[in-house]
C-alpha cells in the first residue's frame, strides 16, 4: 500500500509510542493524587505540557489538553459565545472550514447568534478586507483555519489577527493541518486561540489541545473536577497527553528538514503526474500552500473511481459519488469550482515516512489507471 492521506491522519510515530510505554504497562496515576504515583503522572502530564508550549511559542499554562481537535474547536466557540453574551452575538468565520467550526457555528446560529461566513476565492484564499467589512461592534469572535485540509491553502491568519486586535475581537484559528507542516507560532499569528489535533502530527487519535491566550476567559464546556485550569474538567488522559507532547517535541526537532522535503516530493509528483496528464487541474493556492498537499482535478473523470482503480493508493477526493451523481466538497464548491471540473478531484497528502519510490510510483499507478481508463470515465 501507499499512504498518501496523511492530511486525513497519521501513522504513530515509533518515538510517541516508546514515550506512551510507561503510562500503558504500569504508571497508572491519577494527577490529581498526591502520593507519588500521582505525582509521576503529573509530572509526566507538565512535561507534555511544556513541549507542546515549546512548539507554539506559549506558556504551559496556556495549554489546555482536550480530547482533539473536535472539542478544542466546540470548546471555543460555545464557551466565546456564553461568555461574551453581554458584549454581542456575532460570530465570524469562513465557507472553507472544517465540520467542528461549521455545525457549533450553525448550533449557535439555532440559538440565537449570529454567524457571518465568509467567502473565499478561487485559489481558497481569504481576503483580510472581507474580516474587515464583516467587522461588526457586537462581533465576539473570528474563527478562521490556519491551512485547509483539503487543498492546503494557507490564509493570512497575520494580517486577520491585526483587525481582530484593533476592534477588541478574540481570534481563534484552527491549526490541525497546519502543525508539523508549516511554523506556528502563537506570538508570530497573534491569535488569542489554537485548536491542535494529536492524530494530525503522529499522536494518538483521541488526545488535542487548545490554546487560551493567558487573560482571556472562558466559560467551560464541561464542568467537573476543575482539571485543566478549570477550563476541561475530567482526569486527564495521560498516556495519550505524553504522547501529543512527544510528538510536539519531535515537530520542533523536525520541521526544518520535514518542509523541505515534503515540497520537493509533492513538486516531483506534481510535475510527473503535469506532464503526463497536462490538463489536469490544480485545486488550491500554487505557492501559499502546505508543503505536503497536492489536490488535482482530472477532467471529464470521477476521483472515486480512478482511487477505485488503484486498490493500493490511499488518498482522498473533493467529490461524494453515488451513480456518478456528485456531489462537490463544501471547500471546492465555496471555490466556484465546477462540478465538471470537481467531480474529478484527488487529495494526495505526504507525511514523514513518505519515500521518493513511493511518489513516482502512485504517479506511474495514477497516469495509468488515467489513461487506460479514461474511455470509461468518460462514457
Request: aromatic share 4%; net charge negative; glycine share 8%.
Amino acid at each position: 500500500m501507499i499512504y498518501l492521506d496523511y492530511n486525513a491522519t497519521t501513522p504513530l510515530a515509533s518515538e510517541v509510542v516508546e514515550t506512551m510505554r510507561p503510562f500503558l504497562l504500569g504508571e497508572f496515576g491519577n494527577p490529581s493524587s498526591s502520593h507519588p504515583i500521582g505525582k509521576r503522572a503529573k509530572q509526566a502530564l507538565e512535561t507534555a505540557r511544556g513541549q507542546i508550549a515549546t512548539m507554539l511559542g506559549s506558556q504551559p499554562d496556556e495549554i489546555i489538553f482536550t480530547s482533539g481537535g473536535t472539542e478544542s474547536n466546540n470548546m471555543v466557540l460555545k464557551s466565546v459565545a456564553w461568555t461574551l453574551r453581554h458584549r454581542g452575538h456575532h460570530i465570524i468565520t469562513t465557507k472553507i472550514e472544517h465540520p467542528a467550526i461549521l455545525n457549533p457555528a450553525i448550533f449557535l446560529m439555532e440559538k440565537g447568534y449570529d454567524v457571518t461566513f465568509l467567502p473565499v476565492d478561487h485559489h481558497g484564499c481569504l481576503d483580510p478586507d472581507e474580516v474587515k467589512q464583516a467587522l461588526r461592534n457586537d462581533t465576539i469572535l473570528i474563527s478562521v483555519m490556519y491551512a485547509n485540509n483539503e487543498t492546503g491553502t494557507i490564509q493570512p491568519i497575520m494580517e486577520i489577527s491585526l483587525l481582530a486586535k484593533e476592534h477588541g475581537v478574540l481570534f481563534h484559528t484552527d491549526a490541525a493541518q497546519a502543525i508539523g507542516k508549516i511554523p506556528t507560532n502563537v506570538t508570530d499569528l497573534g491569535v488569542d486561540l489554537l485548536t491542535i489535533a494529536g492524530h494530525k502530527l503522529y499522536a494518538p487519535k483521541g488526545i488535542g489541545a487548545l490554546f487560551v491566550r493567558n487573560g482571556v476567559k472562558l466559560e467551560p464546556l464541561m464542568h467537573g473536577g476543575g482539571q485543566e485550569r478549570g477550563l476541561r474538567s475530567g482526569t486527564e488522559n495521560v498516556m495519550f497527553a505524553v504522547g501529543l507532547g512527544r510528538a510536539c517535541e519531535l515537530v520542533s526537532e523536525n520541521l526544518h528538514d520535514d518542509m523541505p522535503r515534503l515540497r520537493k516530493l509533492r513538486d516531483r509528483l506534481h510535475d510527473t503526474i503535469q506532464s503526463a496528464i497536462p490538463e489536469a487541474v490544480l485545486n488550491g493556492h500554487p505557492e501559499q500552500r502546505l508543503p505536503n498537499t497536492l489536490n488535482l482535478s482530472f477532467l471529464g473523470m470521477i476521483g472515486e473511481e480512478i482511487l477505485q482503480a488503484i486498490p493500493d493508493l490511499c488518498a482522498s477526493t473533493g467529490a461524494a459519488c453515488h451513480d456518478r451523481s456528485v456531489a462537490l466538497s463544501h471547500v471546492l464548491a465555496a471555490m466556484g469550482v465546477t462540478k465538471e471540473v470537481g467531480m474529478g478531484a484527488i487529495r494526495l497528502s505526504l507525511g514523514r515516512p513518505t519515500t521518493e519510490a513511493e511518489i513516482d510510483q502512485a504517479a506511474q499507478c495514477l497516469i495509468a489507471a488515467i489513461r487506460e481508463n479514461a474511455a470509461a470515465f468518460l462514457d
